[in-house]
């Protein structure tokens, strides 16, 4: 599973078990943070899907995922949290992120399953992308042909 996943969490005893989880799930291209300055300070624009703690001791993971998206809206955050909340997941979502995962007995099974939604909305995306192109090569063709058809007749 090559999209890289990057985890941006403070607590590293968490973030050293969920990345053991997803290694064992088969995810492979992992990198940790534990402090989101040096993830900004790495931060660059490409393919790939971040966790996001909410809470830090210096700042919210809102904050956070506002300049994410600012930076590249493409870029698929998941945020994870040990409040339960729904309008913290409200908040998370209208904000952009792609899902808000509990952090509690079940966090790394919605965690490799909200991944798994990522990588298909990312792949209905690129299909839909190809499909959309295909239709309007399509259009061109027949306007071509229909040109060619006027000309010969003519």
């Not at 919210?60 to 909340?85: C, E, T, W």
Request: glycine fraction near 2%.
């Amino acid at each position: 599973m090559n999209q890289p996943i990057v985890i941006v969490d403070d607590d590293q005893h968490y973030t050293e078990l969920v990345c053991f989880e997803l290694r064992q799930k088969g995810f492979d291209n992992i990198r940790t943070y534990l402090n989101p300055n040096v993830f900004f300070s790495e931060f660059y624009l490409g393919n790939y899907i971040v966790l996001l703690d909410y809470q830090f001791d210096d700042v919210d993971g809102i904050s956070i995922l506002k300049k994410i998206k600012a930076r590249n809206p493409n870029i698929h955050v998941i945020m994870m949290s040990s409040q339960k909340s729904i309008a913290k997941a409200v908040e998370t979502v209208r904000y952009g992120a792609f899902d808000y995962i509990e952090k509690d007995t079940h966090s790394f099974t919605n965690i490799k399953e909200a991944i798994e939604r990522v990588q298909i909305a990312d792949a209905m995306a690129r299909k839909m992308s190809r499909n959309e192109k295909l239709a309007l090569a399509l259009k061109w063709l027949s306007i071509a042909a229909l040109v060619v058809l006027v000309i010969l007749y003519k």
